[in-house]
């Protein structure tokens, strides 16, 4: 779906560089490639602009190069549109399928990606820099203002030790399934909840689901609450997508 | 996630072939190579069967070929689970995307799967033998005993046309993102509504959205109801997977 954008400007582009009227905006490399040789556009072309802080600009090439170029800010179109205080937190998967959860995560409105080191996780590391692109492009092609930032892997239970209680984790129990249907009751509960609900993180297993011990850990926290996600098995990425949607309509920015 | 499996039986597979007590299933050339050449099952190993119809069997392996091969049913593991009578009507983008919605149609738990063909719709064919083996693989995967027809593609107009009014639309129209947010409201007052609230159909539309036309039509349709998703605009995918979600939690069998 085409995003809202200016009806001058055909292109939005993510840079990494304070916006504001007047604003001159240097491009890289491959940003100039993009913009100047695939997009075709050239001096005087508009542009709308966002970096994740100032909102989003319209603006217009003032340079055109093959390997560099110029952009000036004329008019904020938009205004910094946050995300609520939501963490998506998931073991990474394979490289389809964990491409598909950060970009889903950027459109449907986290704050923050973590990938997460569970008993089961097989991965041992992330292109941290590659998600984080991921993310970024959802941004440009959503019409969002904001870039989710995409944190390195770390380890569950390393991070579960310096948790911050005040933040709730909407625990996804794929060993649930098929049981009685906590979700429905769960949310309409929390929905009658002050709007103001405060910080969360949805928590997303790997495909061979969490270890008993983590189990245990997550159920032992007051801040933790384990949900089912209907009677289907779910893989990983249907069910950060399943989650993330059913968390902004209950408590996000949906409601 | 792993599937509800019988702890004997570490593989599912689907057949097109009834099941039953004592029923042989023979398997043809592809399925012999997965079961015993990729994953080195043989003569008396447990499998899982179902066929869409008939539930889920715990079946063993009576004669394992390079080219061919059969298994006996033992006893049922799961009756058939029919998803509820839910339809979702998408128009196909890019090949990974279209792939992507009819596997999580699959997962979610849609009756049927219809690719449309929309004003702004590029795709003039698809190839429904490979998006009909992508829901069956949906299936194997996530321990669902039914597979959903995914139907040849069809002009929207056309079928719109003929179409009964007793299934009620939800169309999700970008048009409406960033306006007042009707949908939580409308799934809150739907899910009100008896139980058994009938057949509907998601309608989600391709990338450059609705045609002044089409979405004229889908507004006077009576059985038809318009809702946003969210503040963000999300790629169709996304949508996709947004609004099963929030179709299966209001009016599905997530409740």
């Given at each position: ?79 910094l549109q946050m ?15 964990t491409d598909f ?150 408590l996000g920015d949906?409601?």
């Open positions: 779906m085409v995003g809202p954008m200016n009806s001058t400007a055909k292109i939005r582009l993510y840079v990494d560089h304070p916006l504001g009227e007047g604003q001159c905006v240097p491009l890289d490399r491959d940003q100039a490639h993009y913009l100047f040789g695939v997009m075709r556009q050239g001096a005087g072309d508009p542009v709308l602009l966002f970096n994740g802080r100032d909102g989003e600009w319209l603006a217009h090439v003032t340079q055109a190069g093959k390997r560099a170029g110029e952009l000036a800010c004329d008019t904020q179109t938009r205004p995300p609520p205080d939501l963490w998506l937190m998931f073991a990474p998967i394979k490289k389809a399928r959860i950060v970009e889903k995560a950027a459109e449907l409105g986290a704050a923050r990606i973590l990938p997460v080191q569970t008993a089961f996780t097989n991965a041992e590391r992330i292109r941290q820099d590659r998600l984080q692109a991921h993310a970024v492009e959802a941004a440009e092609q959503c019409g969002g203002t904001f870039v989710p930032e995409v944190c390195d892997l770390q380890r569950l239970d390393r991070l579960l030790d310096g948790w911050d209680g005040a933040r709730r984790i909407l625990f996804c129990d794929e060993g649930l399934a098929g049981a009685s249907p906590a979700l429905p009751g769960f949310f309409r509960d929390e929905g009658a909840a002050p709007p103001d609900s405060g910080p969360w993180a949805i928590l997303i297993g790997p495909e061979g689901g969490f270890s008993d011990a983590e189990r245990a850990r997550l159920r032992d926290m007051r801040c933790a609450r384990a949900i089912s996600l209907g009677p289907r098995i779910l893989r990983a990425d249907t069910a950060a997508v399943a989650a993330l949607t059913l968390w902004q309509l209950a949906w409601r």
